[in-house]
């Protein structure tokens, strides 16, 4: 994942996921990510945020953000989602 704007302060984990990020202007965002990864949390300095949750095939199945967006999504067993047009969401 590459800084979005000229950030002079990266920190990453041991993983090489960047974890803390600063541009010149002092803008800052934070990320978490899980066991495989994937980022379950990101955060900027101007109060947003969003979360993902992943099913154990590395599948994104829910995700949320500080604007009340949300959305769900069921895969079927080969991954795929069954019919891209029942996606649940809230907005």
Do not use: A
């Amino acid at each position: 994942m590459n800084c979005p704007h000229n950030c002079p302060h990266v920190t990453k984990d041991s993983n090489g996921n960047m974890i803390y990020s600063k541009n010149s202007n002092g803008y800052e965002t934070w990320r978490e990510f899980d066991e495989n990864n994937n980022i379950i949390h990101f955060k900027e300095s101007n109060g947003y945020e969003y979360w993902q949750e992943f099913d154990k095939n590395n599948n994104m199945i829910h995700s949320k953000d500080s604007n009340g967006r949300e959305s769900w999504q069921e895969f079927d067993k080969n991954n795929k989602i069954p019919n891209p047009n029942r996606l649940k969401k809230s907005v």
